[in-house]
């Protein structure tokens, strides 16, 4: 086998180890805790159904990319919960070792692409990246609000935090801010999220 394909399939057996990345969220209904692949791949589908909502025109295939990689930083880096001050503060660095790391195994010019696209979501200057930021955050508040609100009672999540994540859905999706923000609402009133 010649070297590039070998580093290619080295590569697609190491982003395997993404499924047992579990996060925070529960998938809906209730179930078992998410993994990251399945975050992914439910934020890639999410991306292109409500393309239309976008801002800006996207490339969507660009943007389902970016949803479908921008995790598999989490293989070395663990996953950071949204809501942990302490585990944000080092999330950076941590996620910038990953990425050299595993995006390493690929031939130098998938790397380069790759790392590119990384890059491109976390610095989230790009419609592209502000329309796949908006998933990142529009998808694991719909599972909480599926859950009667379960993942925010138990970590005790304010209404000051959730907002703070999705005050970035507006800048990729307007239409879908709206939305977090009537479900946001509606859990304050249950009180599912807590108000202070």
Request: charged share 35%; glycine share 6%.
């Amino acid at each position: 086998m010649d070297e590039r394909l070998q580093k290619q399939l080295d590569f697609v057996l190491e982003i395997d180890k993404e499924k047992n990345i579990f996060r925070q969220t529960h998938l809906s209904g209730h179930g078992r805790r998410e993994n990251d692949a399945e975050h992914a791949w439910h934020m890639a589908v999410m991306a292109y159904l409500l393309r239309e909502y976008a801002n800006e025109p996207v490339d969507i295939g660009r943007v389902m990319l970016m949803c479908l990689i921008h995790d598999i930083v989490e293989i070395e880096a663990g996953d950071t919960y949204a809501y942990d001050a302490e585990s944000l503060k080092t999330q950076k660095a941590r996620e910038d070792a990953a990425k050299e790391k595993i995006y390493s195994i690929l031939p130098e010019d998938q790397k380069r692409e790759l790392i590119a696209l990384f890059d491109e979501f976390e610095d989230n200057e790009t419609p592209e990246a502000r329309y796949a930021h908006a998933m990142d955050n529009l998808q694991p508040l719909l599972l909480n609000h599926s859950n009667d609100g379960g993942d925010w009672i138990g970590h005790q999540v304010t209404a000051e935090q959730v907002y703070g994540r999705q005050r970035k859905t507006r800048l990729g999706s307007e239409t879908l801010f709206q939305v977090s923000d009537a479900i946001i609402r509606e859990n304050m009133k249950k009180g599912y999220i807590r108000e202070d």
